[in-house]
């Protein structure tokens, strides 16, 4: 049987280099604990915070995923911010894939969305890191492993996202030239 944890930590070792902190978080004792590792020094002035256990959840989510979150500030929160939004997901037995979005931030973290305006976090494919990154290959029969990339957006954001969808609202992103690893960055919307 394959160790998950090993396998993404290793996985993100090659890509990311040796993590700089680890927080961990738990929803309820007897559920598994999520980490999240801390790096930098991977993007200029941004952190990347991974999780390490999200893949536990596989049953309930639909996938074997881990989470990476890119932000050049925020950086006492996203972590908490980013693990309570997954356990969220774990409790709405949600199916996790590119296209996924959950706003109620200001319930996790009300002086975060006041000061940033971000009150939502978006799932998607990872960008800007190599090819290789969104995907963990177990070299055996069991299922491999995929990473998503989640960023922070507006509320006016994802009230566009939910009415017009994903395609439509990353091409907006883009269109816009908008930077979400920039926390305190301006609404697209």
Do not use: W
Not at 102 to 130: C, H, L, M, R, W
Not at 150 to 165: L, P, T, V
Request: glycine share 6%; hydrophobic share 40%.
């Amino acid at each position: 049987m394959i160790n998950f944890g090993e396998l993404y930590y290793d996985h993100y070792s090659k890509f990311l280099g040796n993590p700089i902190d680890r927080e961990v978080f738990k929803n309820i004792e007897e559920m598994p604990k999520i980490q999240i590792l801390k790096y930098e020094n991977v993007f200029e002035e941004c952190l990347v915070y991974n999780t390490l256990g999200f893949s536990k959840y596989e049953e309930v989510v639909g996938d074997n995923i881990e989470v990476s979150m890119v932000v050049d500030g925020a950086f006492s929160s996203a972590g908490y911010i980013l693990a309570s939004t997954l356990f969220y997901c774990i409790a709405n037995q949600m199916q996790m894939e590119r296209g996924i979005a959950i706003s109620g931030i200001e319930n996790i973290d009300k002086s975060f969305v006041q000061k940033y305006n971000k009150g939502a976090v978006y799932f998607t494919e990872p960008f800007a890191f190599p090819e290789e990154y969104s995907h963990v290959t177990t070299k055996s029969e069991e299922k491999d492993g995929r990473i998503l990339l989640a960023f922070f957006i507006s509320q006016s954001e994802y009230e566009y996202f939910i009415k017009n969808g994903a395609d439509k609202f990353e091409e907006l992103l883009e269109e816009k030239n908008a930077d979400p690893f920039h926390v305190s960055r301006e609404s697209v919307v």
